[in-house]
């Protein structure tokens, strides 16, 4: 019964995440559709947790170890690379006070 | 789960609780991206979820490992930071391939790892061993079939069509069935790794055998439908692992890329199916053959001195970029050369095609690049009623997405497609390398119309002649 009811209340939240992500991403338009990509690129990293979840269980060999660490060295690449890039990109379409010739490698 | 020594930290409602903020942080911050003004911190406050979740995960009582995770966390940060920080914005749709190819590859580690760890899903229940499973296989083939978006994109393998020819969709189908029917046995109780790695190893083939097919000009499109494939596998993994953020972040990235795969394909009035099937109009690419001798309209060169006059008397100018824009790396010049027509008070816009280049919106961060104010970019509805009071059109390296056959003649292959209606402005002046038609291999009747003139050369080298020759008027 518990494992039933973990099951579906996931299953709404599933659903109900489908839904609300349709409504919010069709607001965004065409201009920034590749920051869009690449935002939600960086969300799915969100896998990382997973390797970070199951990395952290007893009984993992050595092999399950390699393949999880190249899994969250995946993760990270996913959402650190995802989101850096995202915001090089969004910095790009700020109006600037005054245009220069050569913009977007403005670095923190 | 509420051991005495545990702390408050560790309790398990309130790291649901962190996982609830994570997730709302997501939405929140993908609403930012309705605009450019709220869209990097949009952007940021995703980021920060992204922060809150890992860390939620990382109190976790089970925990542990540190080595391990630290390991693989510096390894990713090594090489996605400076990947990040060095990529050119004309090489994005590769590095959007290439880190969404990573992120379906940690989804079919994790499952594989969880397979191991539970000795072949023994004691698991069923449905998280089925979600186990898809996550497995869609992992497999976003991961597979990203690297190879990013190896075309890259031109590492060519950015021509690689098929078997007729038997191309049915040996995608074997290797589907073949997949599916690996993941119901282990599904239905075997618990054999060499079974599971088959699966893995037809999902990574299946991956493959999809996106070879495809032509450059496709790109967007499968672009779109891999990164709709690891959201939804990542939403997966998170139902097999019980973890909401995983399913919400995961099903967002998964509406998204949808969204973004069927508005690619109605720019481009093709089927998704057709487009994954593979080949831009094998058909297409013969009729256009034979239409080239049909065509015995004359094409009118130009010079830039001719161009650049033309466009210095113009009231109003739309610039029509396309992929031959990116591929020179003209951007910088085009921004350039709008800024002298601006001074000459030249009302100038940029009318932007949804699949113009190789990614969505793949012009648009180009231009930005160059700091061409974001209100000069017109999307296509917005820009085609203003064809008719445009002076003259400037089509930068774009073909397919500016050819009036797709509105007038019902044989040709692009027929319905949705595209700019450059032929409605006075004149037209297009950049090109030389005749060759574009990657469908459609003779363009744009450049017979007597209002149409050629200037032959190298995008960037043209755009720069022309603004070099603006100074002498």
């Not at chain 2, 054999?192 to 790695?197: A, Q, R, T, V, W």
């Not at chain 2, 939804?232 to 949808?258: D, E, F």
Request: with cysteine; glycine share 12%; net charge negative.
């Amino acid at each position: 019964m518990i494992l039933a009811s973990t099951l579906t209340t996931n299953l709404a939240i599933l659903v109900l995440a489908g839904f609300i992500g349709f409504v919010v991403i069709s607001k965004v338009p065409n201009t920034l559709h590749t920051p869009l990509m690449s935002g939600t690129n960086a969300i799915h990293g969100i896998v990382l947790l997973g390797g970070l979840l199951i990395v952290g269980l007893s009984g993992n060999g050595t092999f399950n170890k390699i393949i999880l660490v190249i899994a969250i060295a995946f993760g990270t690449i996913n959402v650190v690379g995802g989101f850096l890039v995202t915001d090089r990109m969004l910095e790009m379409f700020k109006s600037k006070p005054k245009a220069g010739g050569d913009g977007g490698e403005k670095k923190s | 789960m509420n051991l005495p020594m545990a702390s408050f930290l560790q309790d398990t409602s309130f790291l649901d609780v962190l996982y609830i903020i994570a997730f709302a942080l997501f939405i929140q911050g993908l609403r930012g991206l309705s605009g450019p003004t709220t869209a990097v911190r949009g952007n940021r406050i995703a980021a920060v979820g992204m922060a809150i979740a890992v860390i939620a995960t990382l109190l976790n009582q089970n925990e542990g490992n540190w080595g391990l995770i630290v390991l693989g966390v510096a390894i990713g940060t090594a090489v996605g930071v400076p990947a990040a920080r060095q990529v050119k914005m004309t090489a994005m749709p590769q590095m959007v391939a290439l880190f969404n190819g990573v992120g379906g590859g940690a989804v079919f580690l994790i499952s594989w790892s969880e397979f191991r760890l539970s000795g072949g899903f023994v004691d698991t229940p069923t449905y998280i061993t089925i979600f186990s499973l898809f996550a497995a296989i869609v992992g497999s083939v976003s991961f597979w079939g990203s690297n190879i978006a990013f190896g075309k994109l890259q031109e590492i393998i060519p950015g021509k069509p690689i098929t078997l020819g007729a038997g191309q969709q049915f040996v995608n189908l074997i290797l589907l069935v073949l997949a599916v029917a690996a993941g119901v046995a282990i599904a239905a109780g075997s618990h054999s790794e060499g079974l599971f790695i088959g699966m893995l190893i037809c999902a990574a083939l299946l991956g493959n055998a999809v996106v070879l097919p495809i032509g450059g000009a496709d790109m967007p499109v499968v672009i779109s439908l891999l990164n709709a494939f690891t959201g939804l596998s990542a939403a997966a993994t998170g139902i097999a692992l019980n973890n909401p953020a995983l399913i919400v972040a995961g099903m967002i990235v998964g509406a998204s890329g949808t969204i973004l795969t069927n508005l690619m394909a109605v720019a481009m009035n093709r089927s998704i199916p057709a487009i994954v099937a593979g080949g831009f109009g094998g058909g297409g690419a013969v009729e256009g053959a034979s239409g080239a001798g049909e065509h015995a309209g004359t094409v009118r060169s130009t010079t830039a001195a001719d161009a650049a006059i033309q466009l210095a008397y113009a009231n109003r100018v739309v610039i029509v970029p396309g992929y031959g824009m990116a591929v020179a790396q003209a951007q910088h010049a085009v921004r350039e050369l709008t800024k002298e027509l601006e001074k000459r008070q030249v009302e100038v816009s940029y009318a932007i095609h949804p699949v113009a280049g190789r990614m969505p919106g793949h012009m648009n961060v180009l231009l930005a690049e160059a700091d061409v104010p974001y209100d000069q970019l017109k999307e296509m509805e917005e820009a085609n009623p203003e064809f008719q009071r445009t002076d003259v059109s400037l089509v930068i390296g774009a073909n397919d997405v500016t050819n009036p056959a797709a509105k007038s003649n019902p044989s040709s292959p692009i027929y319905g497609m949705p595209i700019l209606e450059v032929n409605d402005s006075h004149a037209v002046i297009v950049i090109k390398r030389s005749m060759n038609p574009g990657f469908a291999g459609i003779e363009n009747e744009l450049y017979y119309d007597p209002k149409t003139e050629m200037l032959f050369g190298d995008a960037k080298s043209a755009v720069a002649d022309i603004t070099a020759e603006l100074a002498n008027i």
